[in-house]
């Protein structure tokens, strides 16, 4: 299925109904008088954030949403029924905007999130509702008001614990595959990931956490080069980035620590906000380097980047130093969010 975390929609509220003239006229009652109901409220249209949807892409092909209208009334005071809300599922994560003037409308972070996006019309009065002691029987009824109707510009950015940044080919969606059941494609040769990919990391029975690998980002990506750009705002709502180095390119002009220095400039560039986020240095691909040269060549990486922060030393595809990792991140998570109950 293709991943789209973009999308335009029109929705449409449903139009109350008009109000009724009527007049009673039954047999041995001549004074009856108005009798006109009133019209029925038009249909809101919400969007909900659904757990079995992950991708904006239906929106691509089904893109007006509406509400039904409410019914008009009816004469022997009988009012219309109301117009069927829309509900339209959006996967969590979703930004909401309204198209014409950019205002931020809403943020569905978590399953079951409802946002009214359309307000239905207002239903009409009927005559009965205009009769006094000077106007025994008018003539007088209102019709319902129009449902609200506008564009609406979708972003998903997707909620996880822990995002996978790197240059192409360093290794990033081999991690994601060796440790939950996220299937990105691998190869033995150079290529990059076209879309961001989502997997469950589970450490015990208890304890798991989300984490996302997103395309590859180059130099030049904070203005449009490559896909890496596109999707950096997946990485925004993480608690903790880790920063995936080959600390032996393949058939690369940079060296690691070019290929690590980029990437950070390239974060900066784009948003303050996620250069500063917590990120940890993994240096992947040891494998490649005989076992007496791995702890030398990696501190060579590490006083080049001087680099103050956690580093880890593991090869994804032999599963090298992948455990100790995976535990370590569920210890930060967890440390953290204590924290952030402990601030609220």
């Known amino acids: 299925m293709k991943f789209v975390d973009e999308a335009r929609i029109r929705v449409e509220a449903g139009d109350g109904g008009n109000g009724a003239i009527g007049f009673r006229r039954e047999k041995y009652i001549p004074l009856g008088g108005p009798d006109g109901g009133d019209g029925g409220d038009g249909g809101n249209v919400f969007l909900v954030a659904t757990e079995?949807?992950?991708?904006?892409?239906?929106?691509?092909y089904h893109s007006v949403h509406r509400a039904q209208r409410g019914q008009n009334?009816?004469?022997?005071?009988?009012?219309?029924?109301?117009?069927?809300?829309?509900?339209?599922?959006?996967?969590?994560?979703?930004?909401?905007?309204?198209?014409?003037?950019?205002e931020k409308i809403g943020d569905l972070t978590a399953p079951g999130d409802v946002l009214l996006v359309a307000k239905g019309g207002f239903h009409g009065l009927g005559n009965a509702r205009f009769k006094s002691s000077t106007n025994r029987a008018p003539r007088k009824a209102t019709k319902g008001t129009l449902g609200e109707r506008r564009f609406l510009n979708l972003e998903l950015k997707l909620i996880a614990d822990v995002g996978l940044l790197g240059m192409p080919n360093?290794?990033?969606?081999?991690?994601?595959?060796?440790?939950?059941?996220?299937?990105?494609?691998?190869?033995?040769?150079?290529?990059?990931?076209?879309?961001?990919?989502?997997?469950?990391?589970?450490?015990?029975?208890l304890r798991s956490f989300v984490i996302a690998d997103i395309p590859g980002v180059i130099e030049g990506a904070s203005e449009g080069a490559g896909l890496g750009l596109q999707f950096l705002k997946h990485l925004s709502r993480t608690r903790?980035?880790?920063?995936?180095?080959?600390?032996?390119?393949?058939?690369?002009d940079l060296t690691p620590v070019e290929a690590a220095e980029k990437i950070v400039a390239e974060l900066a560039l784009w948003s303050d906000e996620l250069a500063k986020k917590t990120r940890w240095l993994v240096l992947n691909k040891i494998d490649r380097l005989q076992s007496d040269e791995v702890d030398a060549h990696c501190q060579a990486i590490?006083?080049?980047?001087?680099?103050?922060?956690?580093?880890?030393?593991?090869?994804?595809?032999?599963?090298?130093?992948?455990?100790g990792l995976m535990f370590a991140i569920m210890d930060f998570l967890e440390q953290s969010r204590e924290r952030e109950r402990e601030e609220a």
Not at 240 to 252: A, F, K, Q, R
């Open 52 to 60: 079995n949807v992950n991708t904006l892409v239906d929106f691509r």
């Open 73 to 102: 009334g009816m004469g022997g005071n009988c009012t219309g029924g109301m117009g069927v809300d829309c509900h339209v599922a959006v996967p969590p994560g979703t930004l909401v905007y309204d198209a014409e003037t950019n």
């Open 170 to 205: 360093a290794g990033k969606s081999s991690l994601i595959r060796q440790v939950s059941s996220a299937r990105p494609k691998v190869a033995d040769y150079p290529f990059t990931t076209l879309h961001p990919n989502l997997g469950v990391v589970r450490v015990d029975d």
């Open 240 to 252: 903790l980035l880790l920063h995936i180095v080959d600390v032996e390119p393949y058939e690369s």
């Open 302 to 323: 590490v006083d080049a980047l001087d680099w103050s922060g956690p580093v880890f030393e593991i090869s994804a595809i032999k599963k090298n130093g992948v455990a």
